[in-house]
T-cell receptor
């Protein structure tokens, strides 16, 4: 009965490859987010979707493309991976009228070699 | 634009001692404020939140925080530290309307000395 789940938990890949991270929430929330946590633990918003519609795109390189097939899923596809993409990526979700309380997934640690 | 400053990237306290983690925010609109905790290799868990109701907010695990508008602060406290409190703590701010992303501080690593 996990609330926000992400797969995979760990992802190790070579520079130049394309990879995807999946996120699912079973909370019935309308809004989902992707955050990036760098090696210094700094967390920054990347994208936000509300009911499958892109709401926030924080100047992320267009190699990153979020996809929301339905409001319970927000996947992140990354093309032409670079060393600097190594980070922990967190998915989060929020319900309407929740005072913006966001529920976070366990994270996906991406390592680009 | 909104921002959060967490003073002290590392804080060490003895078991049983007071925990005080500092957070100052900047916001041009009334803010919502949050404290999240991250245990090693885990996601973020909400400790408590301020959403313009009571200025003293109580959260889980005995933590509380006080919103002080005049000082633009939202410091996190716990009267008596426990070994299980060792973790990374993040303060975050969002607006209460419109763009509702969370803007995080740089985090404070709390170490508990036995």
């Amino acid at each position: 009965d996990t609330a926000v789940s992400q797969t995979p938990k760990y992802l190790v890949t070579q520079m130049g490859n394309d990879k995807s991270i999946k996120c699912e929430q079973n909370l019935g929330h309308d809004t989902m987010y992707w955050y990036k946590q760098d090696s210094k633990k700094f967390l920054k918003i990347m994208f936000s979707y509300n009911n499958k519609e892109l709401i926030i795109n924080e100047t992320v390189p267009n190699r990153f493309s979020p996809k929301s097939p339905d409001k319970a899923h927000l996947n992140l596809h990354i093309n032409s991976l670079e060393l600097g993409d190594s980070a922990v990526y967190f998915c989060a979700s929020r319900s309407r009228g929740s005072d913006n309380e966001q529920f976070f997934g366990p994270g996906t640690r991406l390592t680009v070699l | 634009a909104q921002s959060v400053t967490q003073l002290g990237s590392h804080v060490s306290v003895s078991e049983g001692a007071l925990v005080l983690l500092r957070c100052n925010y900047s916001s041009s609109v009334p803010p919502y404020l949050f404290w999240y905790v991250q245990y090693p290799n885990q996601g973020l868990q909400l400790l408590l939140k301020y959403t313009s109701a009571a200025t003293l907010v109580k959260g889980i695990n005995g933590f509380e925080a006080e919103f002080k508008k005049s000082e633009t602060s939202f410091h996190l406290t716990k009267p008596s530290a426990h070994m299980s409190d060792a973790a990374e703590y993040f303060c975050a701010v969002s607006s209460n309307f419109g763009n509702e992303k969370l803007t995080f501080g740089t985090g404070t690593r709390l170490t508990i000395i036995p």
